[in-house]
């Protein structure tokens, strides 16, 4: 979902489990546009878990992903998230500390 049709009520629900920010945590703590792999996500969940919540943050235009051959890379929407809620992001990120 792309963040100009993201609604503002499921960003923040989006954003409501501590597991969700910390992907989001981790995606903002590279340089902007800075892309991980899920296996570099360091997470206290399962995989099948860890893939529910990136499902979520995806769905809902906070994290961006795409496929190179067996390889998902994620990066944080976090320009386009700016724009679109201004000082949103880093207002989750600081509560989150």
Do not use: W
Request: aromatic letters at 2%; glycine letters at 8%.
């Amino acid at each position: 979902m792309a963040t100009t049709t993201a609604d503002i009520a499921g960003v923040l629900q989006s954003l409501s489990d501590p597991v969700r920010i910390e992907i989001v945590r981790q995606l903002a703590a590279g340089e902007d546009g800075a892309e991980l792999t899920c296996g570099e996500l360091e997470l206290p969940v399962g995989k099948s878990t860890c893939s529910h919540h990136l499902k979520v943050l995806v769905n809902a235009g906070v994290v961006a992903e795409r496929e190179d051959g067996t390889r998902k890379y994620l990066r944080l929407r976090r320009a386009e998230l700016d724009r679109r809620f201004p000082g949103l992001v880093e207002l989750v990120l600081r509560d989150a500390l």
